[in-house]
């Protein structure tokens, strides 16, 4: 049996997982009295943030009524023991000069000095989602680690694609425009344990690249088929490159019920989205859902700019602009949307108001949803009602909230975790069609 360990957590590994202090096997946990301090300032919060705000603090009071937290508390069978160190085990610390008794941080870090000069025996470990706080530790001695529990992978670059390119005899292309039976086995070089139901194939001739298939894979057994959906036709929305027709495809097929778009800006994914919810609700062919909801998580790039005036649609206006914007270029004009809103056929909706509701005869598409936490989007798709479809779009190189990261995030945890399911389907977009400068800008800033 391995050696216990000391882990002193840092408050952005509460405000990311409130369910961590049982994720630390049997090792024992510090949680210094300042991050208490800081989890309280938000716990008012209405957002994953907050809701893991007051998730921990109601944890640690239940834990409390089987001990004193200020002597350490057993967290359970196969755990360790969770100790709060208060501020006069900062006596026992030799606080760096560099340092400032009076910032947040700094508190935390001379509590971990503490802890360590306290049981000299163990091996001690801060465990930070904040990167110079890790930083700072190990600037001072102290050893520092980033909380992991909840990443979807290893790498960005591991999550998985929902589409791949294989080079094929040249007859395979034959057969398969010929209308003969094509099976995952008849593509060379192709692991099954990378390839899922609704994947999606770039057949190209061993012979002349430029003689290509586009084809999808529905389940194992099934063979391969053609592209159906290569267009969203009463919104004139042609397809610019690969990605965009396999979205399509996906976006309008009635059997998917869940599809993640990952793209760079400009790619394509919130508008071939909103067309494809334009088409299924008040297009002029096959209406098979009620209404068009579309969302997006209250994130600022860059300062926030604090509360704003206003009714809750005049709050919400400076945030689903951009869906506006791209929901006003495909249906013409302000006024014809805004008809459409009044009739009820497209809501606007806050991500913040969706908790709670049943959401049934849907068309849902939820942008920017690399800002939201594992939690947030569970919650999201358990509100989806009978005939109902979601899409989540996002980019998860351009993530605005501080408490998630490329492979952390709520959209990386649904590409992932719906993968094996034929109920969803995935595409990474990997070319911007917005202009040559926002391509061009994307890659070299």
Known sequence: MSEKK?????????LTDAECLYKFNENNIFIPLKVLEEIDNHKKRQDSVGGNARRIIRILDELRETGSLQHGVTLGDGLGRLQVMSYECL????????????????IIIATAMAVKSRYPEK????????INMRVICDSVGLPAEDYTSELAAVSSEQLYRGHSEHFVDDEVIDRFYSGDDIYIEDIPDTEVGGIYPNHYFLLR????????????LIEYHLPLRKII???????????RNKEQTFAIDLLLDPEVKLIT?????????????LAAGLQKTIGLRDNQYDRLIVSRPVQPLGKDIGFLPGDLKEKMLPWLMPIQDNLQYLVGDKNALELYMEKG???????????????????????EA?????????????????????????????????YVNETSNGLAHAIEKFKDYPLAGHVTFTKGERSALASLATKVL
Do not use: C
Request: glycine content about 4%; overall charge negative; charged content about 25%.
């Open 123 to 130: 091996q001690m470990t801060v465990v930070s989602r904040d």
């Open 91 to 106: 006596n026992e610390a030799i606080f760096p000069p560099d340092l400032d008794v009076h910032i947040p941080d700094h």
């Open 261 to 273: 778009l990952v793209g760079t800006a400009g790619s394509g994914k919130t508008l071939v989205s």
């Open 345 to 367: 056929k497209i809501e606007l909706e806050a991500i913040t108001y969706i908790r709670g509701r049943s959401i049934a005869n849907s068309y849902i598409v939820v942008d």
């Open 6 to 14: 000391n882990y002193v957590i840092d408050t952005s590994v509460f």
């Open 370 to 402: 690399q800002n939201l936490t594992k939690h947030e989007v569970k919650t999201i798709i358990t509100r989806v009602g009978e005939n109902t479809k979601i899409i989540l779009t996002g980019d998860i190189e351009q993530i605005d909230n501080v």
């Open 205 to 216: 001739s061993n012979i002349s690249s430029q003689k290509t298939a586009l084809t999808r």
């Open 229 to 239: 959906h290569d267009r969203v036709p009463d919104w004139n929305i042609e397809p």
